[in-house]
């Protein structure tokens, strides 16, 4: 088992920044990948960011340039920056973990882009 908790989220003005934290605890020590999703209103839920076993980085492109993951070599921890926000990043923010073939995922951060 893996558990996982998201922290960071709020309400960011658009063209602000804001930094979500993901805590995990259990069984990480052969996590596969690890990232970030999201689920706007009336959207399915997608990819944000992830991170290879060997950290390296993947972004949806509507991010690319402006989000950044990064995370510690023992998993332990998975960081989103996010810069130059605008409306459309409004969402629900959620933490995932793959490990042994299973989907982990935290409950969630709301995360709101408004003036």
């Known amino acids: 088992q893996v558990q996982l908790v998201e922290s960071g989220g709020g309400l960011v003005q658009p063209g602000g920044s804001l930094k979500l934290t993901c805590a995990a605890s259990g069984n990480i020590l052969n996590v596969w990948l690890r990232g970030w999703f999201r689920q706007s209103p009336g959207k399915e839920r997608e990819m944000v960011a992830d991170?290879?076993?060997?950290?390296?980085?993947n972004y949806a492109p509507s991010v690319k340039g402006r989000f950044a993951i990064s995370g510690d070599n023992e998993n332990t921890v998975v960081y989103l920056h996010m810069n130059k926000m605008t409306s459309e990043d409004t969402g629900v923010y959620y933490c995932n973990y793959q490990v042994g073939g299973v989907d982990y995922w935290g409950r969630g951060t709301q995360v709101t882009v408004a003036s």
């Open positions: 991170l290879s076993p060997r950290n390296l980085p």
